[in-house]
């Protein structure tokens, strides 16, 4: 059973118009913002390399100790070179592959 709920009127509070202004460097930075973090991506030839800032899609298979653990495996992953977000020094090992070839990574934890 749900308590009951009495509704107070809203007749006694008043409202008021609320304006922003926004200096024009502030809203080209933003701009500049969104359009990095949504840019499109070229396909690359077979035998191009990976460079900083190319996208990169890839499957993985992480374990710890030689064991797998929840959350280990990823497949169709994206990420943008250069950028390092994904494990800290991942990316720089991703520089210079090639498309479609298999590789193995190691990151060892301190």
Same mark, same amino acid.
């Given at each position: 059973?749900?308590?009951?709920?009495?509704?107070?009127? %809203?007749?006694?509070?008043? =409202?008021?118009?609320?304006? =922003?202004?926004?200096?024009?460097? #502030?809203?080209?930075?933003?701009?500049?913002?969104?359009?990095?973090?949504?840019?499109?991506?070229?396909?690359?030839?077979?035998?191009?390399?990976?460079?900083?800032?190319?996208?990169?899609? %890839?499957?993985?298979?992480?374990?710890?100790?030689?064991?797998?653990? +929840?959350? !280990?495996? !990823?497949?169709? =992953?994206?990420? +943008?070179?250069?950028?390092?977000?994904?494990?800290? !020094?991942?990316?720089?090992?991703? #520089?210079? #592959?090639?498309?479609?070839?298999?590789?193995?990574?190691?990151?060892?934890?301190?």
């Amino acid at each position: 059973m749900l308590p009951e709920i009495k509704l107070q009127s %809203f007749e006694k509070y008043k =409202v008021s118009d609320y304006k =922003v202004k926004i200096g024009k460097d #502030i809203l080209d930075e933003r701009l500049e913002n969104l359009s990095n973090e949504y840019k499109s991506f070229e396909d690359k030839d077979n035998n191009a390399k990976s460079e900083l800032g190319d996208q990169v899609i %890839f499957n993985y298979e992480a374990t710890v100790d030689n064991k797998e653990f +929840e959350g !280990g495996k !990823g497949k169709d =992953v994206a990420i +943008e070179l250069g950028k390092d977000l994904f494990l800290e !020094g991942f990316d720089k090992q991703l #520089i210079g #592959i090639k498309k479609k070839r298999k590789e193995k990574s190691y990151i060892y934890s301190t």
